[in-house]
C-alpha cells in the first residue's frame, strides 16, 4: 500500500548534541522494534549516520548528493509516471542489516553540491537550488514505500539545513542541558519561521524536543525547567542523560539495540521513537491528498 511517510528532521545548530545518535537509534527502534518501514537520510557532509550503522560511506555506489541535482535534467534511465509522463527517480538508499530500514550516506562530496553553495541568498521561487531536496523526494517512485523518513542535518545553518527545512514537515530538536543551549534554540525558531514565511512552507513546525546530556546539576536542571516551560507540548517525557553504551555502539557501527540491548539506553532511544510515533500530525496540518502528487496514497 502506498503511504505518506512523516519526514522529521533532526536539527540544531550546535554541534555534538546527539543529533545522529537519535536519528540512528531511532529510526533503528521504529523499524526493529514497531515494523514502521523507514528511510534515514543523512545531510551532513561528515556522513557519520550511515557509519554508527555500519555503512561504507567514503566510496558508496550512491549518496545523499544524488538528491541535490537539478532533477529537471532528469534521466532517460528513469522510468516514467504513466498518468504524467514526468520522470520518476529512484531514491539512493541502502538496505541496512535491521530489516525495514534503510539509509541514504552522505560523505564530504554534499558540501559542494552543485549551486548550493549561495541558495540562501537566491528568490525562494520554484527552481531555487535549496528546493532540490524536496523536489527530488516529491518525485521519487519509493519514497512511498516509507512510514518514516528522517532526516539527520548538519551542525550549522546553511544551504544544507535550509534544504531540509523545505523537506520534511516535522522537526526534532535535541537540546543538550547547557547555558547557551536555549540560544542556539531560538535561533533555529527564527530560521523556522523565516521559512515558513518566505518559503510559504505553512507545515513545517517542532514536533519533538529532546532534551540530551543531562546530569545532576542545578544548570542542567534550570535548562530543563525553561524548556518544559516555553514548549509544554513539544517536550519529550524521554530526558537523555550521559549513556557510554551509546558511543560505544556506535563506534561499531551498531544500533544500541544490537549492543547493548538490555542497557539503560536502549530504553530510552525505544521510549522516545514511541514518543514520536505517537505525535501523529492533527489531520488538519496533514498535507492534502494530491499536495504532493499522489492522490492515491494513504496515512496508515
Ligand atoms: N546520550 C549520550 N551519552 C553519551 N554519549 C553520547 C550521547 N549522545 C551522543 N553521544 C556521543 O556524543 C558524540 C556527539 O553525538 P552526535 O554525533 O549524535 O551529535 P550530533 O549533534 O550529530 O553532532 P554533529 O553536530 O557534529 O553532527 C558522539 O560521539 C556520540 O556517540
Ligand atoms: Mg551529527
Given at each position: 500500500m502506498l503511504t505518506i511517510p512523516r519526514r522529521i528532521a533532526f536539527i540544531n545548530e550546535k554541534g555534538g548534541s546527539g543529533k545522529t545518535t537519535l536519528v540512528a537509534n531511532i529510526a533503528s527502534h521504529l523499524a526493529l522494534g514497531r515494523g514502521r518501514r523507514t528511510l534515514a537520510i543523512d545531510?551532513?557532509?561528515?556522513?557519520q549516520l550511515g557509519k554508527a550503522l555500519g555503512l561504507e560511506v567514503r566510496r558508496p555506489k550512491g549518496s545523499a548528493i544524488q538528491l541535490l541535482v537539478d532533477s529537471v535534467l532528469g534521466d532517460a534511465a528513469h522510468p516514467e509516471?504513466?498518468?504524467?509522463?514526468a520522470i520518476r527517480p529512484s531514491l539512493p538508499a541502502w538496505p541496512t542489516r535491521i530489516p525495514r530500514l534503510d539509509v541514504i550516506v552522505a560523505n564530504k562530496a554534499l558540501a559542494l553540491a552543485p549551486g548550493l553553495a549561495d541558495a540562501a541568498t537566491t528568490d525562494p521561487d520554484d527552481h531555487a537550488p535549496e528546493r532540490r531536496l524536496a523536489r527530488n523526494l516529491d518525485l521519487s517512485r519509493d519514497l512511498h514505500r516509507y512510514d518514516f523518513v528522517l532526516f539527520d542535518a548538519p551542525p550549522s545553518f546553511g544551504s544544507l539545513t535550509l534544504s531540509v527545512l523545505l523537506a520534511c514537515e516535522e522537526v526534532v530538536v535535541p537540546v543538550p542541558l547547557t547555558f547557551l543551549a536555549i540560544d542556539g534554540f531560538a535561533e533555529l525558531l527564527r530560521t523556522m519561521k523565516m521559512v515558513r514565511e518566505r518559503y510559504g512552507h505553512r507545515a513545517l513546525r517542532v514536533s519533538m524536543v529532546v532534551p540530551t546530556f543531562y546530569r545532576r546539576t542545578r544548570m542542567a536542571q534550570e535548562v530543563l525547567e525553561k524548556l518544559a516551560t516555553r514548549f509544554p507540548k513539544e517536550i519529550a517525557r524521554t530526558v537523555v542523560g550521559f549513556h557510554v553504551k551509546l558511543d560505544e555502539a556506535q563506534s561499531h557501527g551498531l544500533s544500541i539495540f544490537e549492543y547493548?540491548?538490555?542497557?539503560?539506553a536502549a530504553g530510552l532511544m525505544a521510549a522516545l521513537a514511541e514518543e514520536l510515533e505517537a505525535r501523529e500530525p492533527r489531520p488538519a496540518e496533514l498535507p492534502r491528498?494530491?499536495?504532493?502528487?499522489?492522490?492515491?496514497a494513504t496515512r496508515r
Open positions: 545531510m551532513d557532509p561528515q556522513g509516471d504513466p498518468d504524467t509522463g547493548a540491548p538490555r542497557d539503560r491528498a494530491g499536495d504532493r502528487g499522489q492522490p492515491t
